[in-house]
């Protein structure tokens, strides 16, 4: 039976998330196939043909998907999954897939399996739980599995390689349920904070928001990171929430992740403990950021940061 990934991607290319999460159906079967909902969609159609892995690209292009609203496309979901006898149905579990697959699992009747960092069988997974403390070993007798990826637990696709066709499916209806108002979207010259390689993250520690852009933003410039922050230092206005690290927040993974003036609160813990090598500098030497790190740094972070700057 076949295997279905709904790609996230922005009308023009996909996101690296959906490439994860190939990678995850890929341990499932060899039969896969991924659904690309939007309006102008072809280019990011194109690409997804590319992944290697991926046997058939099925492409809604309307104009009810061009906000990729969650109503429309889990409706169109529940169409495709019921006509196409797919066993399982895979989205990564970014916000997009959070709010996307809790419908369809719900149109389909049978349990999402949420948040999976590896797979044991067709019918057994497993999954963090107590703020990623525990790992539960879930087995589900559903006829359709609805599962959403955690991204940093499985490498991903490679981009080309790939030659599958591409089929267009009949749009649905414009439901009407939602309506987007407007975005408000951060950008930057750095890189996207779910996929790069190497980050700078900030806590509670740097004590404002000009301090945090004063003695990280140098660092991140040097190494060409992206910049993160605790929920501690978002709810205390330093940065905006998308700059979040942790359980509610984006779940990374990077090849070098510096932890500057964090504790290490489960919460964020939770969000990034699996980076390859962690840094920590903090000058309280109980913090429990350093039972994570690699490295640790006891010593007055508006000290040590700008002597890192300065070495580099």
Do not use: W
Not at 63 to 77: D, F, I, K, P, R
Not at 206 to 219: H, N, T
């Amino acid at each position: 039976m076949p295997i279905l990934v709904i790609a996230e991607h922005d009308n023009l290319s996909l996101k690296a998330a959906t490439l994860n999460a190939v990678t995850a159906a890929a341990r499932l079967g060899t039969d896969i196939e991924v659904l690309v909902a939007g309006a102008g969609c072809s280019a990011a159609a194109e690409a997804a043909a590319q992944v290697a892995g991926v046997t058939k690209v099925k492409v809604a292009d309307a104009a009810a998907y061009a906000e990729q609203s969650a109503e429309n496309v889990a409706a169109l979901l529940v169409e495709v999954v019921k006509a196409g006898g797919y066993s399982h149905v895979l989205a990564p579990a970014t916000s997009h897939g959070k709010n996307v697959l809790p419908r369809v699992a719900a149109l389909l009747d049978v349990a999402q399996i949420s948040d999976i960092v590896a797979i044991e069988s067709a019918d057994t997974f497993v999954r963090p739980i107590y703020a990623g403390n525990a790992l539960a070993t879930v087995k589900s007798s559903d006829p359709i599995r609805v599962i959403t990826v955690r991204t940093t637990a499985f490498d991903a696709a490679a981009v080309t390689g790939g030659s599958a066709s591409i089929e267009p499916l009949a749009a649905g209806a414009e439901l009407g349920l939602s309506k987007l108002v407007g975005r408000e979207l951060t950008k930057s010259a750095r890189p996207e904070l779910g996929a790069a390689k190497i980050i700078v993250s900030g806590g509670r520690g740097l004590g404002s928001g000009d301090s945090y852009k004063a003695v990280l933003e140098p660092l991140a410039d040097k190494l060409g990171a992206a910049m993160g922050a605790s929920r501690a230092a978002v709810d205390a206005g330093y940065v905006p929430n998308d700059y979040q690290v942790g359980q509610t927040g984006k779940i990374v993974a990077p090849q070098l992740y510096l932890a500057i003036g964090i504790s290490g609160a489960i919460q964020h813990l939770a969000g990034m403990k699996d980076s390859k090598v962690i840094v920590a500098i903090n000058k309280d030497p109980e913090a429990p950021i350093f039972q994570v790190a690699d490295y640790g740094l006891v010593a007055d972070l508006f000290e040590a940061v700008p002597q890192l700057v300065s070495a580099l």
